[in-house]
């Protein structure tokens, strides 16, 4: 007995987190893993822990959720002890520790588009992104105060402190993508000028003033303490990419359902639209029959009933040019034709 209340004691306490995390999410009215399809938004809520506010059109800043939408020109802001994960259109995730602030300066994502834009201002604070398919196909920038990103495709880790350049110097990471995968991140300073380029995983700069107040991308080697707190800020942001990508997964469906009838794939007919060899003649302006003719003139070129007024409904194209029109044989009134009547 005492064996049977010490596992049942141990199964509780294992599972007390997950059951407080349900009962807090059904209490606030949140669903893991619900999908909006809001008509102009650009990405979703992922993940939230604490508190985050987003600031639109300069409105007073309102409290997010998990799968509130976002839109281009928000700034995300997260509180103290707080994180956030964001997963956008094109499964891009942002995943922002305690005290950070960026601002979705641009975000254009097209599905085979040649147009494919966003551009992220990381203003404040610590933010770690996996990016996706517009630094595949387009053209992914990461703005700070001091510099320029242009990502290529990988994973990384963007801090900016309070003061940046002055009590510590913002710091840019380079880190290998789940698969193994190293993308890298080109470094220019807000002049346009190339400062350098990360290439190898675990790989940094520091961004410190130079010459002419300009700054000058620094090789950085994290420190080891650094290295675990940012192991813990991918394993973060690794569990927003995934819950994200669902959503967006999710939220194409919507979308696809959502389309109206004159935007069907291109093997999908509208109903008033057939193929060429299911053509009707009722469906020709003016009534004309296949061969363009207007249906009151006989194939010999005079006047003549059309389809309309042939009793037996044949149409006037099954007659030989010139010939007369045949008219049926009917049994006269009062004299039947005998069956054994000779030919």
Sequence with gaps: MKRREFIALVSAAVAWPFSARAQAQASSGQAAGAVADVPGSVGQVATLHGTATVIRANAAPVALKISDPVFKNDTLETAVDSTLGVTFDDETTFSLSANTRIVIDQFVYQEGGNANAATFNVALGTAAFVASLVAKTGDMKIATPQATLGIRGTTGVVDVPQG??????????????????????????R??????????????????????????????????????????????????????????????????RNQPNNQRPNNQRPNNQRPDNQRQDNQRPGGQPNNGRPQNLRDDGGPGKGNAGNPRGQPNNARKPGAPQPRPQRPRPGKPVSPNKKQ
Excluded: C, W
Aim: glycine fraction near 14%.
């Design 164 to 189: 940046g350049g002055t009590a510590a110097a913002p710091t840019i990471k380079l880190y290998p993508d789940t698969d193994g995968h190293v993308g890298q991140i080109e470094v220019f300073d």
């Design 191 to 256: 002049q346009g000028g190339r400062l350098g380029t990360l290439t190898q995983g675990a790989s940094a700069f520091a961004l410190r003033p130079g010459a002419g107040g300009r700054f000058a991308a620094v090789p950085y080697q994290i420190p080891p303490q650094e290295a675990a707190r940012d192991r813990g800020v991918l394993q973060r942001l690794n569990v927003s990419h995934t819950i994200g990508r669902q959503m967006t997964i999710q939220r194409q469906q919507l979308r696809s």
